[in-house]
């Protein structure tokens, strides 16, 4: 039997959720405190969907609850609130929604019996207890084809109780309002946002990423999301994304995946690519060779500050590993010629552009071996303030570098990327229903 839905009074406009995506959010005073990701929502039985809250992008990965009753006001361009938050980390709970990333894209049917929709909005209204909640639907008409959403008979403005699936926890056949809201962030952030989904969820959207991008949250992911991401992929385009991470990361995945999957994606890996990852997995996965990645910035001496500043301005290029070249003799594809030292782009900077590497280098920072330990790699970047160590085998010859950033994925716990810290609340807890 379908619920029995209550009419709402409302007062005031309608604000429409989409559209509060990435707003603003300020305290009375004018100062920032994030910007809105979502919108929480509650699916009663016998009464309209509630709007409780919005989960408001503070940054630093973090995103926190803030209820609506503490919002003042909704305008164009700016969300003001009473200044109060709970800075705790948010937590979905079972009984709640998110109305970006669970609701919108929902295949629904008309009541009526015209057919079938995808909902592109939500509108939320007051009522006269100044409780929010979803007062009509913005539809495509169509229907979900193999290839996606079909649109056919326009578009409508529905009231709840007119179809039905908005309650249902239907997996959307799209994702292009999170694929929206995602455009510009950082891969650890994206990563952030994808652990927050539901599983199922988290997959629809990971696939329509492209190579590239999903190449740089997978590196960002903690195990077991990255395992299950890959493993939902076709074994030719798991195969296209390995070829295009870094190689000591594209390592670390394909060795936490089960033989017979690995071995089948690096016979299906471009063959310059595969040989990287394998000789990185014949390492100690917590000593230098394991740790380390294969394609540093590499130049021989005779190269000038000018080609070096070109090289480390590349965007695939990541930071701790920009603030320092290696230099060696040829060959300069790893393993490489004898390393000679490394220059700083601090250093660099300083020089004019026709400067020779060869009579800048720093010949302080050497290369360590491939089976030396985390520890003592952790020790000489905190001793000598480096952010990345060269690793060279017994012949002196360059095979990568390990990077800081790479030191800290092991010495931290497994599950630092959704573990919260401790919060520095500026008022009680959160409460949802009642404020």
Excluded at 42 to 65: C, E, K, Q
Excluded at 305 to 317: F, W
Excluded at 329 to 348: D, N, Y
Aim: glycine share 8%.
């Amino acid at each position: 039997m379908s619920p029995v839905l209550r009419t709402v009074k409302t007062i005031g406009s309608r604000i429409f959720v989409a559209k509060l995506a990435g707003t603003p959010v300020f305290d009375p005073i004018g100062d920032p405190l994030g910007k809105v990701f979502d919108v929480v929502v509650t699916m009663n039985y016998a009464g309209p969907p509630r709007a409780i809250g919005l989960v408001i992008d503070v940054g630093s990965l973090r995103r926190v609850f803030m209820p609506l009753s503490r919002v003042t006001s909704i305008k164009a361009g700016a969300i003001i609130t009473t200044g109060l938050m709970n800075l705790r980390r948010f937590s979905q709970r079972p009984s709640e929604t998110l109305a970006v990333g669970e609701i919108l894209g929902r295949i629904i049917t008309f009541r009526d019996g015209s057919g079938r929709g995808r909902i592109s909005d939500l509108a939320i209204e007051q009522d006269r207890n100044r409780d929010w909640f979803i007062s009509q639907v913005f539809v495509e008409r169509g229907r979900p084809g193999k290839f996606g959403f079909r649109r056919r008979g326009g578009e409508a403005l529905v009231d709840p109780d007119e179809i039905t699936g908005l309650r249902v926890n239907i997996v959307p056949a799209d994702t292009e309002h999170l694929l929206a809201s995602y455009e510009g962030m950082k891969a650890a952030d994206l990563a952030d946002s994808l652990h927050d989904l539901p599983g199922e969820r988290r997959l629809q959207v990971a696939h329509q990423l492209s190579d590239d991008r999903l190449a740089d949250v997978l590196e960002e992911l903690g195990e077991d999301d990255r395992v299950a991401i890959v493993s939902s992929l076709t074994a030719s385009r798991a195969a296209d994304v390995l070829d295009v991470m870094q190689p000591d990361d594209a390592a670390d995945l394909v060795g936490e995946l089960p033989p017979l999957k690995a071995t089948q994606l690096l016979g299906l890996m471009e063959p310059e690519e595969a040989k990287d990852v394998r000789r990185l997995m014949a390492y100690d996965e917590r000593s230098a060779g394991g740790l380390m990645t294969t394609e540093p910035v590499i130049l021989p001496p005779d190269a000038n500050v000018a080609t070096l500043l070109a090289h480390v301005r590349r965007s695939d290029i990541p930071p701790a590993l920009a603030a320092m070249v290696c230099v060696v003799r040829p060959p300069l594809e790893t393993p490489s010629g004898p390393f000679l030292g490394v220059v700083h782009i601090q250093r660099a900077l300083r020089e004019p552009p026709q400067t020779q590497l060869g009579a800048i280098i720093d010949g302080d920072v050497e290369g360590i071996g491939p089976d030396t330990g985390v520890g003592t790699i952790t020790r000489l970047l905190a001793t000598y303030n480096l952010t990345a160590l060269p690793v060279v085998d017994e012949d002196g010859h360059l095979l990568g570098a390990v990077s800081v950033d790479d030191v800290l994925d092991v010495l931290l716990p497994n599950d630092w990327r959704g573990a919260d810290e401790q919060a520095t609340d500026m008022t009680m807890d959160r409460e949802h229903a009642d404020e």
